[in-house]
C-alpha cells in the first residue's frame, strides 16, 4: 500500500483530484486538510503560500496511474506528489484498499 501525499492550491482542487482519483479506482480512499502554511523557493524567490494537503491511499499497481491522472488534473507546474510505502496497517484496511484499486474493482 502506498500513501501519497499531495498539495493543492486550495481546497477545492484537493477535493477535485480526491473525487477524480476515487471515482476512477486510482485510490481507495481521500483525505484533505484544509488550509497549511507553506514555505519554499520558485524561481529563485521565496514563496509563503496557504495550501490544502490531499492524502491518498492506494496500491503499489495503480501508482503511475494515479500520479499522471494527478498531473493531467494539477494546476501546479511542478507539483508535489510523494508516494511513501506503509510498512504496517491492520490486514483488513489493507485488503479493502487493494479491492478498490485498479480495473477490476467496479
Not at 35 to 52: G, H, N, P, Q, T
Given at each position: 500500500?502506498?500513501?501519497?501525499?499531495?498539495?493543492?492550491?486550495?481546497?477545492?482542487?484537493?477535493?477535485?483530484?480526491?473525487?477524480?482519483?476515487?471515482?476512477?479506482?486510482?485510490a481507495?480512499?481521500?483525505?484533505?486538510?484544509?488550509?497549511?502554511?507553506?514555505?519554499?523557493?520558485?524561481?529563485?524567490?521565496?514563496?509563503?503560500?496557504?495550501?490544502?494537503?490531499?492524502?491518498?491511499?492506494?496500491?503499489?499497481?495503480t501508482?503511475?496511474?494515479?500520479?499522471?491522472?494527478?498531473?493531467?488534473?494539477?494546476?501546479?507546474?511542478?507539483?508535489?506528489?510523494?508516494?511513501?510505502?506503509?510498512?504496517?496497517?491492520?490486514?483488513?484496511?489493507?485488503?479493502?484498499?487493494?479491492?478498490?484499486?485498479?480495473?477490476?474493482?467496479?
Amino acid at each position: 500500500m502506498l500513501w501519497v501525499y499531495v498539495t493543492c492550491k486550495n481546497w477545492r482542487e484537493a477535493k477535485k483530484i480526491g473525487e477524480t482519483a476515487v471515482r476512477e479506482h486510482l485510490a481507495a480512499c481521500a483525505n484533505i486538510f484544509g488550509k497549511c502554511d507553506s514555505i519554499f523557493f520558485w524561481k529563485r524567490k521565496l514563496c509563503k503560500e496557504k495550501e490544502a494537503v490531499l492524502i491518498l491511499k492506494t496500491s503499489e499497481r495503480t501508482w503511475k496511474k494515479l500520479e499522471q491522472r494527478i498531473k493531467q488534473l494539477h494546476s501546479y507546474e511542478v507539483p508535489c506528489i510523494e508516494a511513501l510505502k506503509v510498512e504496517r496497517a491492520e490486514k483488513n484496511y489493507l485488503k479493502w484498499v487493494e479491492g478498490e484499486c485498479g480495473e477490476d474493482s467496479d
